[in-house]
Each structure stands twice: as structure tokens, then as C-alpha cells.
């Protein structure tokens, strides 16, 4: 209740939080275990029961008293919460609930079980909405995490697996990568112009062109995330190209005598076709990438889009900005100084490339002879290369997945659960793992999950992939259930098992499908020895009793089908009656069970 009430309404309320998931609660209900020998003597049905106990919650109105002055609502209440008054409910006669049934309160039957290092806990998962900000979540539950543990003493909360630990730490990566690009770019122009003045100006034309850069992710709805910031760091190379051309011709062009604006203007002009046909031409490569279908586009939609919108800002710089700094501050010392060193070799270098020049243009076949065989060998390099969509990460998180048999119980899975963690607990105790949270039956019952957060990587000598390889075998190994284990990625793919390959079998009939798609998993393993543990995602060995009713002896019993229903659903598995909120508690009255009829009642 504290749970439902005060936490839960604290967590939802944060910035981009969608929803709040619980998993492990179980509430207190009050139960009425009817013997259904002691109900056939009184000659009572279900449906007789079922009737006393829908009368327990009566709260209706009744008018109202009405004068000049005062208006007077009525309601007519006998509800009843309390277990000695469901017991004295009448269902005929003299016949009272408690003469056929013990009424008693106990916990609701679990439908989900979670842990915390082995301690039994409630579990709240927090669900963020689309095209939300984790990092802003991350902080805002954490702040409300101190505010609960601060605010209540009878309960602590306690962050399990934050995904915004690895985004943060790549995103500050990132930022230090962008910085160390920008120095090295900036450092290279000053190195190979040997002017401070003229090194200043594409210096300028990079921020410029990453703020508008920046905006442009702001106006097409992007996020600063890893890939729009991997994609601001390649365009640090890109934005400064063009300036460079630019500001190389504007200084040629001032060494051969023009005066500063003059130069700045016919050098502009004269490679105004190339920077922008080279801004085209790599718009023509970014943009189509951003419509690559499946995960594919997923990945490359925003990086694409953000490198063309920095090619064309940065060739708007360079056009535009280059120039007006250009007739400013490039003087004429800078283009009549004496050579440097560094000049001097490539002055040679050039020289020595107009006679290579000189050489190819004579022998035309040369040249497309050597580009026709980089091209072959780039093809049979491409074939030997490995192929994958993204490379492993060390998210410093890994997931277990376990599943049983169809048809098993959550007191089942619980237990092969329990050989999972047995098996990851040294971890937690050598310090690798900080906490193991188990999951067990929240999505099915034959289902489990166990989420192990690593410890920082500095803090930890194997990484992530080395610590999923080391317990692989033994988890394979658990009889009775089928493990699986993974770590999570920047596009967030949810693998089945730990391949990479779904094939899709077609047909119209589901037997013959299954049988085929048994004989070619039965293929698989004999013939590719390096794919392991094909798996088959249809399985028909779910458990089925069917009951066959003989309409006719129902018939002659005087049993109707809807009666006979009910109580087969009240004695299987439960048939919920009332759902309401009974003085300021909520109560839920139920079927349940099937050796006898139990009422669930829901309360504080």
C-alpha cells in the first residue's frame, strides 16, 4: 500500500517517466476455503455462494432529504470487510458462509517473484516514454530514491541497473574525443600554414559550423546522444576542408599580387564550383544512408542526416564567413615570409608529384590498371572480413534469461532460478557483479530473468563478453530449463538466446511447419558446427485437459451450461465477483483453487 500510494506516485511524476511496473507484490486478501462436500449437504451450488457474497459490498443510494435551505444525500450502506462478517452472511435459511467455508486472510497466490542478492523484495521497473531523455530520468529517479529512503524508515529503496551509467560515461568520452579533434585539427592547419592569422580562420569556421550543427539536431527533433555525437565528431574534419580550399586559394591568389579583398573575392569565386559540388557529393553519400531499412536505419538515420546537415552549414562557412576573415586578417607578410622546413619538403614533394602527374597523364592505362586492382582486392578483402551489424560492447551490464517447460508452475521456475544464481553468486562475491535482481514469472511463469550489474570498468580486470563466455557452459548445462545469456547494446536488440540469425519458415499447416523446422534445426547441428543451439520459437506441447460435457445428462440433471461453467471456473482456477472500494479499502472477492472455493478479499 505504501508501495502503490507514496512511492509509485513519486516516481511517475518525473520528467518522461511513462509508467512505473511492479513485480513481486503480493497483496493481503481475505479468503473464504469453502469445503465443497460441506456446501452438496446443505444442497448449496456455487452459484448459490457466489449470489451471498456479491451482497457483501451493498452501498447504494437512497434519495436524498431536500428543504429550502439544505440538501441531504442518503445512501444506504451494510458493506462488510471484516472476516467474522463474511462469515455470518447468509446464503439460505439458516445456512451462513461460515458453516461451509473458513474465512481467514493470507497473501494473494504469487504470480511474480523477485529478488535481491538473494533476499526476497518488491521490484519497480521504470518504463520512460518515447523520444525521452534517459540521463534526465537517471537523475530524477535518483533524486527521488534519496527523498523516499529519507522520507520513510520502515523501507529501503535501492537502484539495481541504471542504462544511464554507460550512456553518460560515453557520452563524456565522446565530448573528450570532440575536444582532442578539434586541438589536433586546429594544431595541423597551424603546423602546415606557419601563419597564427591565417590558422584563426578555419579555427572559427569550427565552432561555428558545430553550433549550427548543434541547432540543426535541435530543429529536426534528434537528442545529443552516441551516435549525433559520433556524428559531430567526424564532421570536425569535414567543416574545416572546405574552409581550407577557400582560404588556400584566397592566399595564392594574394601572393600573386591582388590586394586583401580583391583576393578574397576571385579566390572565392574561383572554387565556388568545387566546394559546392564536393558538399553535394557528400550529401549524396550521408543522406541516402538515413533510409536504410530495418535496424540498419535505425542505427545510420541520425548520423547520416547530422553529417549532411554539418557538410552543407560548413560549406556555407566556407563561402561565406572564410572570406570576410580572410580580407581581414591574412596580410601580405603572411604570404612573402621565407619558407620553413616543413615548407621546403613540401615544396619538394610537390615538385616531384607534377612529375608523377606528368608521367600518368602520359600512360592513361596506368592509373585505371592501379584502380581497378584496388578495387578487386577491396572486393576480396570485403568477402575475408568478418560481418556483423555492431561490434560487442561492455555495457558493464548482463542479462540471464532462463525458461522452462510449458505448462510448469512459478514455484518450478523459482527453483531452476535458484541453480542460475548459485551458479553467478561467486561473482557477486569476488566483487565483479555489484547485485543480482531476479526476476521470476513476470512475464510468464515458465519464465525468469536475472540482471547482474558489473562493477566500473576500472574496477574489474575481465570484460564483459570474457565474464558471459566463463559462465556459458555451466548455464547451458542446468537440466530443466534452457538459459540464455546476453548483454545489452546501443540499439537496444533484444536477442533470443545468443545468436544473431532468425529464419522464417513458411507453410500451411503448423504440424508440417514444426516437423519441417525440426528436421533443418536437426540439419544445422550436424553440418554448421559453428552455429549453436538452434531453437525452434513455436512449441505445441503446451498441457490440455479438455472437459467434454454430455449436453444431454446436463440436460436430464436439470444443470444449465452456464451454471456448470461457473463452476468449473470457480473450482479451477477462480472466478472473479467484485472489484470495488469498500471503506477506503479495496476489496476483491474471487473463486479460487480447486480442492476449495476460496473468496479473495484485497485490503490495507
Known amino acids: 500500500r505504501v508501495v502503490e500510494k507514496d512511492v509509485v506516485p513519486m516516481l511517475i511524476s518525473i520528467k518522461g517517466v511513462a509508467d512505473v511496473a511492479l513485480a513481486g507484490n503480493r497483496q493481503r486478501v481475505l479468503r473464504v476455503a469453502v469445503d465443497p462436500l460441506r456446501m452438496t449437504s446443505f444442497n448449496l451450488s456455487v452459484n448459490d455462494v457466489s449470489a451471498a457474497l456479491m451482497q457483501a459490498p451493498f452501498d447504494v443510494p437512497a434519495g436524498s432529504f431536500r428543504s429550502s435551505d439544505q440538501e441531504l444525500i442518503v445512501r444506504a450502506n451494510a458493506s462488510i ?5 463474511v462469515a455470518d ?15 481467514y486472510f493470507g497473501p494473494a497466490d504469487a504470480d511474480s517473484m523477485t529478488r535481491l542478492n538473494g533476499k526476497n523484495i518488491l521490484g519497480l521497473g521504470i518504463i520512460r516514454q518515447a523520444r525521452s531523455n534517459t540521463i534526465e530520468i537517471s537523475a530524477g529517479v535518483n533524486a527521488a530514491v534519496d527523498r523516499i529512503n529519507a522520507r520513510f524508515t520502515n523501507l529501503e529503496a535501492v537502484v539495481t541497473d541504471d542504462q544511464a551509467t554507460f550512456i553518460r560515461s560515453s557520452v563524456t568520452e565522446v565530448l573528450i574525443t570532440l575536444a582532442l579533434t578539434v586541438m589536433i585539427v586546429i594544431s595541423t592547419i597551424w603546423l602546415f600554414m606557419g601563419s597564427l592569422r591565417a590558422t584563426l580562420i578555419p579555427s572559427v569556421a569550427i565552432p561555428v559550423a558545430l553550433v549550427g550543427t548543434v541547432a540543426a539536431i535541435w530543429l529536426l527533433g534528434f537528442s545529443i546522444n552516441i551516435l549525433t555525437l559520433l556524428a ?7 567543416v574545416v576542408d572546405d574552409a581550407i580550399v577557400v582560404l588556400e586559394n584566397i592566399q595564392r591568389r594574394r601572393a600573386q599580387g591582388l590586394g586583401a579583398r580583391a583576393a578574397a573575392v576571385l579566390g572565392t569565386r574561383q572554387v565556388f564550383f568545387a566546394v559546392v559540388a564536393t558538399t553535394v557529393v557528400l550529401i549524396s553519400v550521408f543522406v541516402p544512408i538515413s533510409f536504410l531499412p530495418s535496424t540498419a536505419g535505425r542505427l545510420f538515420r541520425e548520423f547520416g542526416i547530422v553529417l549532411a546537415a554539418a557538410v552543407i552549414i560548413s560549406s556555407f562557412v566556407a563561402l561565406s564567413l572564410v572570406p ?7 596580410k601580405a607578410q603572411d604570404t612573402d615570409r621565407v619558407p620553413n622546413l616543413l615548407e621546403r619538403v613540401g615544396q619538394g614533394l610537390a615538385s616531384r608529384y607534377r612529375q608523377s602527374l606528368a608521367v600518368l597523364l602520359d600512360r592513361p592505362w596506368l592509373p585505371v590498371g592501379i584502380a581497378v586492382l584496388f578495387a578487386v582486392g577491396g572486393g576480396i578483402a570485403y568477402q575475408a572480413l568478418d560481418h ?8 558493464g551490464v548482463i542479462n540471464i534469461f532462463a525458461s522452462g517447460p510449458d505448462g510448469v508452475g512459478i514455484n518450478y521456475m523459482d527453483r531452476q532460478t535458484e541453480k542460475v544464481e548459485a551458479i553467478v553468486r561467486p561473482l557477486l562475491e569476488s566483487g565483479e557483479v555489484t547485485s543480482l535482481f531476479t526476476v521470476v514469472g513476470a512475464w510468464d511463469l515458465n519464465r525468469s530473468r536475472i540482471i ?6 576500472s574496477e574489474r580486470e575481465r570484460s564483459q563478453q570474457e565474464i558471459e563466455n566463463s559462465l556459458r557452459d555451466e548455464l547451458s548445462q542446468i537440466p530443466g530449463a534452457r538459459v540464455g545469456i546476453w548483454g545489452s547494446n546501443s540499439l537496444n536488440l533484444r536477442r533470443r538466446g545468443d545468436g544473431g540469425v532468425s529464419i522464417a519458415l513458411l507453410g500451411n499447416d503448423y504440424d508440417e511447419i514444426y516437423e519441417a523446422a525440426k528436421r533443418y534445426t536437426q540439419a544445422i547441428e550436424e553440418r554448421l558446427p559453428n552455429l549453436s543451439r538452434p531453437n525452434i520459437w513455436y512449441d505445441p506441447t503446451q498441457p490440455q485437459l479438455t472437459v467434454d460435457i454430455d449436453r444431454r445428462r446436463a440436460a436430464d440433471l436439470g444443470i444449465d451450461l452456464p451454471a456448470l461453467a461457473a463452476t468449473l471456473r470457480a473450482m479451477i482456477d477462480g472466478d472473479e465477483l467484485i472489484d470495488r472500494t469498500l471503506m477506503t479499502r479495496p476489496c476483491r472477492f474471487c473463486w479460487n483453487r480447486p480442492a476449495a472455493i476460496s473468496m479473495i478479499l484485497p485490503t490495507s
Open 81 to 85: 470487510v471484516d472476516a467474522n462478517d
Open 89 to 103: 452472511i447468509v446464503i439460505r435459511d439458516s445456512v451462513r458462509v461460515g458453516d461451509i467455508a473458513k474465512v
Open 232 to 238: 559531430l565528431v567526424l564532421a570536425t574534419g569535414l
Open 324 to 330: 570576410a576573415a580572410a580580407a581581414r586578417l591574412v
Open 388 to 395: 556483423e551489424l555492431i561490434p560487442p560492447e561492455d555495457r
Open 452 to 457: 547482474m550489474p558489473l562493477a566500473d570498468w
